[in-house]
């Protein structure tokens, strides 16, 4: 079945300091979205890309995805205090099924 | 508030008793995602409804687990004769169309003694 591995499992920065966190599928994904949770509440939805070698930025988030579709990063710039939280990277392989994996998720911890 | 609401949130329940819990999606939403999530580890896929129709089922879900969406809309998840290992945060997520972000809700938190 499909896998979906993220990394690192953990990162502490300091604040003002970037940060990425990779996503990598044994198969081809016919999309792949990032979600952030917060300590204690539920994933939100952050962005979905879609096409082969798509780039997205929100703000200081930037989200791309691989040309191969099979990977995916997302990197913040300068982080803040409120980037803290777990983010996690949700795949939907190409074979058309509806079953979402997300990978472990990336704990971020922000030192001010 | 017209998000994806869970109840109850918190359920503590001994091992062997049944549960069952319940999602409202958001309104307009015809897919419906239920998962476990443990700590450190992201959600983890348990079953897909589009309108009423359950269409997918993890291989990981045992036969103590049932859902439903009798009417497409609310959904219930029941877990049969409760083990220890039951106890999770169980979330629920719908979504609209090809686009399919899915919005989860708070979540129903399970312990099981």
């Known amino acids: 079945g499909q896998q979906v591995m993220q990394i690192p499992q953990y990162q502490h920065v300091q604040e003002g300091e970037d940060f990425t966190t990779y996503c990598n599928s044994s198969t081809t994904l016919s999309n792949i979205q990032w979600y952030k949770q917060r300590p204690g509440g539920h994933p939100v939805f952050l962005i979905q890309l879609v096409k082969s070698g798509e780039v997205k930025k929100q703000k200081r988030l930037t989200f791309q995805f691989g040309e191969a579709k099979k990977n995916s990063s997302l990197h913040i710039t300068a982080t803040q205090t409120t980037d803290v939280g777990t983010y996690f990277c949700?795949?939907?392989?190409?074979?058309?099924?509806?079953?979402?994996?997300f990978g472990i998720g990336t704990k971020l911890q922000v030192i001010p | 508030d017209t998000g994806v609401s869970q109840n109850p949130r918190h359920k503590i329940t001994k091992r062997g008793q049944n549960v069952t819990f319940r999602c409202d999606p958001i309104?307009?939403?015809?897919?419906l995602y239920w998962y476990r999530q443990t700590l450190g580890q992201g959600p983890e896929f348990l079953t897909y409804f589009q309108n009423e129709a359950q269409l997918e089922k993890s291989r990981l879900l045992s036969d103590r687990f049932s859902a439903e969406r009798p009417k497409g809309s609310f959904s219930t998840l029941e877990i049969q004769r409760t083990e220890q290992g039951d106890s999770a945060m169980y979330l629920c997520?719908?979504?609209?169309?090809?686009?399919?972000?899915?919005?989860f809700g708070p979540g129903t938190r399970l312990t099981v003694l």
């Open positions: 309104s307009e939403h015809n897919r």
């Open positions: 949700a795949a939907r392989d190409s074979g058309g099924y509806q079953k979402v994996t």
């Open positions: 997520a719908s979504s609209l169309g090809r686009l399919d972000t899915q919005y």
